[in-house]
Nanobody
Framework: QVQVVESGGGLVQPGGSLRLSCAAS????????MDWYRQAPGKQRELVAL???????NYADSVKGRFNISRDEAKNTAFLQMNSLKPEDTAVYYC???????????WGQGTQVTVSS
């Protein structure tokens, strides 16, 4: 059993910042990557940022220079610092944890981010 829990979402004005957290627990046996996705109403879920255990990161073009993904590997926790938020960043943000042993991904329940004045 693997549990993934996101937190930190909320309502923020355009230009503001939020920091999302993702905590993984359970039978992890090593994490390959912790990734952030988002899904806006009527749209497909899309990758926002990923970070592997080796430190490789990748970002969607729409968030480059504004978002930063980081991890606390000792605590199996990942963070998404979101700056200069725009209304188009409004979505439910999901964390996906991919295990080294199986390369299987586990999803959290999501956290709502709303950017509006």
């Amino acid at each position: 059993q693997v549990q993934v829990v996101e937190s930190g979402g909320g309502l923020v004005q355009p230009g503001g910042s939020l920091r999302l957290s993702c905590a993984a627990s359970g039978n992890l046996y090593g994490i390959n990557s912790m990734d952030w996705y988002r899904q806006a109403p009527g749209k497909q879920r899309e990758l926002v940022a990923l970070r592997t255990s080796g430190g490789y990161t990748n970002y969607a073009d729409s968030v480059k220079g504004r978002f930063n993904i980081s991890r606390d590997e000792a605590k199996n926790t990942a963070f998404l610092q979101m700056n200069s938020l725009k209304p188009e960043d409004t979505a439910v943000y999901y964390c996906k944890v991919v295990l080294l042993s199986t390369m299987r991904g586990y999803w959290g329940q999501g956290t709502q981010v709303t950017v509006s004045s």
